[in-house]
Each structure stands twice: as structure tokens, then as C-alpha cells.
């Protein structure tokens, strides 16, 4: 499974993002998805996950409430709303796939990883 992430930029504290996992080479329909990011200095730390069917969602606690993690299994797709941002959520972001039977929000099941795409907020 071949993972492109899209839509980061700079914005406003406060603004709104949408960011795209697109795949390629096989359908994730099979695959639990997940978000996650990384700060300059810090470790990669888990944002959101969906399961196959949608059902299961899961949020780190800084970002829940704000973010809203999405799938469209038709188009192949996986999305990440990102509302009411902070300047702590300044990050490079990468999804990806994991065919594991459950969801795991720790980043080493996971076993395809798009390239990320950056994040930034700042006033």
C-alpha cells in the first residue's frame, strides 16, 4: 500500500484544516487507519484511528473534541478534520495502514506510513 498525505499548511490558531491519506496499490478497506504527528524534537505521537468499517474511532486526548477522523472506503480515502487549531498542534502528520484485528493507537503495528504532510499554526 502506496500512502499520500495532503492538505497541511500554515494557518491561524483558531482555523481549520483538512488533511487527505490517499492510497494506492491496494484498497484499505481491510485496514485500520490512523493519524498520527510529530513535532520538531518530540516523538511521533498518535492522533486519531479508524477502524474498517468506521465504527471504531479513537482520539488522543489533546485533540479530542477538535479533530474528526474519517474514511471514504470507496474512494480509498482517509481524512482528518482539524478544527479549532492550536499552535501545539504544529506537526508534520502521517497516516497510515495496519491490518491488525483490532486498533491500536501505538505507532509499531502500524505497517505503511505516508510521507507526511506539515502543519503549522501560528499567529
Known amino acids: 500500500v502506496q500512502l499520500q498525505a495532503s492538505g497541511g499548511g500554515l494557518v491561524q490558531p483558531g482555523d481549520s484544516l483538512r488533511l487527505a491519506c490517499a492510497a494506492s496499490?491496494?484498497?484499505?478497506?481491510?485496514?485500520?487507519m490512523g493519524w498520527f504527528r510529530q513535532a520538531p524534537g518530540k516523538e511521533r505521537e498518535f492522533v486519531a484511528a479508524?477502524?474498517?468499517?468506521?465504527?471504531?474511532?479513537y482520539y488522543a486526548d489533546s485533540v479530542k473534541g477538535r479533530f474528526t477522523i474519517s474514511r471514504d472506503n470507496a474512494k480509498n480515502t482517509v481524512s482528518l478534520q482539524m478544527n479549532s487549531l492550536k499552535p501545539e498542534d504544529t506537526a508534520v502528520y502521517f497516516c497510515?495502514?495496519?491490518?491488525?484485528?483490532?486498533?491500536?493507537?501505538?505507532?509499531?503495528?502500524?505497517?505503511?506510513w505516508g510521507q507526511g504532510t506539515q502543519v503549522t499554526v501560528s499567529s
Open positions: 479508524i477502524s474498517p468499517s468506521s465504527r471504531g474511532r
Open positions: 496499490g491496494r484498497t484499505l478497506s481491510r485496514y485500520n
Open positions: 497510515a495502514a495496519d491490518q491488525s484485528a483490532v486498533v491500536h493507537t501505538a505507532d509499531t503495528p502500524y505497517d505503511y
